[in-house]
């Protein structure tokens, strides 16, 4: 049985611009992270010194997590874009990352006055939802057969 564009749900028929859309949200994900882990200083200079003193006291499994979340991502738009159902599973790790992230940097540690507040915490929540979406919207694909 053949199943016809018109039958799919309409973020299935607009699976390439929406995966394109999430490739480009993942890829300044991954590159902050690199840029950031790589200590690229043109990238960091303007970043303040308690900024960069409150990144290197994170627990090592933070920046693992924050790793993680970002090239999980990633990997899931790149998966998602040509099609691959495989894309549920960086989606996934992308997810649990990114929560994992949020609650250590949000809810378990207070970054130093003037970097967190209440901006940084509703973007993180951000990433959170959108790692969520993500993972829900591969998991639809790959149940409902319009990824192969």
Do not use: C, K
Not at 20 to 28: D, E, G, I, P, Y
Not at 96 to 125: C, I, K, W
Not at 131 to 144: K, T
């Amino acid at each position: 049985m053949t199943t016809l564009a018109a039958d799919l749900p309409w973020y299935a028929r607009r699976r390439v611009p929406l995966a394109v859309l999430a490739l480009l949200w993942n890829a300044v994900g991954a590159l902050d992270f690199t840029m950031t882990q790589t200590r690229n200083a043109s990238y960091l200079a303007d970043f303040p010194p308690e900024m960069m003193a409150y990144i290197d006291s994170l627990p090592g499994w933070v920046h693992a997590a924050w790793g993680v979340g970002t090239w999980g991502g990633l990997a899931g738009a790149v998966l998602m874009l040509i099609g691959l159902r495989a894309a549920v599973w960086p989606y996934a790790a992308s997810l649990v990352a990114s929560a994992l992230v949020f609650v250590q940097n949000h809810l378990l540690t207070q970054p130093p006055a003037g970097l967190g507040g209440t901006g940084a915490m509703l973007f993180s929540l951000l990433i959170v939802v959108l790692a969520g979406v993500q993972w829900v919207w591969a998991r639809r694909g790959a149940s409902a057969g319009w990824l192969r």
